[in-house]
């Protein structure tokens, strides 16, 4: 199977036009976003062009189906608020790719897709967690941004061009090639990486209610600081994780909202995010008993009420072998000495698609260890080395 890299790399391009920030190579394009639509409808365009039927399902994932049994290959096109123009869009175009390059060889059959909300507006990989079966379409639509959008509200935006949700049994396995978005890869020198697992990540809103009061006559000792309790609860379980946590573990505050959030008042209420993951749903549960419990024992002590949002998240995921050893066999032949196996610190939609078929994922270095922000960038060099790597595990599953 012989890829065109030149029209690889074109369309790669072009996918960044739809919603360039003007900054390096960024893209603006969250979904449901007037760019982000656009974008969706310039790829079934490309699609229908390769010679594959165009589906666009209800959550606005759009699809490139091929006759009969196929190999799905793909990831997402939406982007950060900030973000890169490989992230998700980089494993839409080589499938896309490797698609049209399959025709031409005369098979295997290959389809593509392109999830919708791989990067959180609202929810975590909503596309193809509803599609997976890890999240009911009638509570996706409750979810919300941070402008107090639902998910129903948006995606009806693409309600005309939506039609009836794809059947996951049409397809034989599914992998997704990525950019790694950490370091490893690109201070090894090493050109691929041959995914073995997903981690597992967890996600929910705590919220702290005091007491909103003056901040200029209201005595330190009778203060019901909710900020001083996020700030308490931040350091302390930073030491309560650490005889459970590996280095492997990674936990983040992202987004913290203060109310309200003026300079001459004590804090009355603080809501923020917090995100853990891991590889192992043991430790994953573990670590949410000890954010339960300092959260409730730093409300105890400082006069405050606590509140615990709905729990998001997914279970971590190994790589099917078989897939898997396609990839590998693949990568010592296209990149000999330049690949490793290495797990995957961020989440994809391949965690989803595992509900339904094995599933496989190939990484390319990010340079720096960049991700999730302008600055993101690949060597086109690497690109299409890890392009050529999916193309002969494609083919080696040919039946």
Do not use: C
């Not at 992202?254 to 590889?279: E, Y």
Request: charged share 20%.
């Amino acid at each position: 199977m012989d890829v065109n890299a030149e029209r690889f790399l074109k369309d790669l391009h072009d996918l960044r036009s739809f919603g360039a920030s003007g900054v390096v190579k960024g893209v603006v394009r969250p979904a449901y976003s007037d760019a982000d639509i656009a974008a969706r409808q310039w790829l079934a365009g490309r699609m229908e062009e390769a010679g594959l039927t165009v589906r666009i399902d209800p959550v606005g994932s759009v699809w490139g189906l091929a006759e009969g049994p196929s190999i799905l290959l793909g990831s997402h096109s939406d982007s950060q608020p900030e973000g890169g123009w490989l992230d998700g869009a980089l494993g839409v175009i080589a499938a896309l790719e490797i698609a049209r390059a399959a025709q031409e060889a005369g098979g295997p059959a290959v389809s593509v897709v392109s999830f919708q909300d791989e990067e959180g507006r609202f929810g975590v990989t909503t596309g193809s967690a509803v599609w997976g079966g890890n999240l009911e379409l009638a509570k996706a639509d409750g979810l919300m941004d941070r402008d107090g959008i639902t998910f129903g509200a948006a995606r009806a935006k693409m309600a005309d061009l939506a039609g009836e949700f794809v059947d996951p049994t049409r397809f034989t396995g599914f992998i997704e090639m990525h950019i790694e978005q950490g370091p490893w890869l690109d201070q090894a020198g090493q050109a691929v990486g041959v995914v073995t697992d997903i981690v597992g990540i967890r996600d929910m809103k705590i919220t702290f209610r005091g007491e909103q009061n003056h901040a200029g006559t209201t005595p330190m000792h009778l203060r019901r600081d909710a900020f001083q309790g996020l700030n308490a609860f931040a350091t302390r379980i930073n030491e309560d994780f650490r005889n459970v946590v590996t280095p492997q573990t990674v936990w983040t505050i992202g987004h913290v909202s203060l109310h309200p959030n003026a300079s001459s008042i004590v804090p009355g209420r603080v809501t923020f995010s917090m995100q853990w993951r891991d590889g192992d749903a043991d430790r994953l549960a573990r670590m949410e008993a000890i954010i339960r419990t300092a959260a409730q024992e730093i409300a105890d002590s400082r006069g405050l009420e606590v509140e615990f949002g709905p729990m998001l998240g997914l279970e971590p995921v190994a790589m099917d072998n078989v897939l898997r050893a396609a990839l590998a066999k693949s990568a010592a032949t296209v990149a000999p000495g330049k690949w490793r196996e290495m797990p995957s610190g961020a989440l994809h939609d391949a965690t989803n698609v595992a509900r339904h078929l094995p599933v496989a994922m190939l990484f390319v270095p990010s340079i720096n260890g960049i991700s999730h922000d302008f600055a993101e960038d690949t060597d086109e060099a690497d690109l299409v080395t890890g392009l050529k790597v999916l193309a002969g595990a494609v083919a080696s599953l040919r039946p």
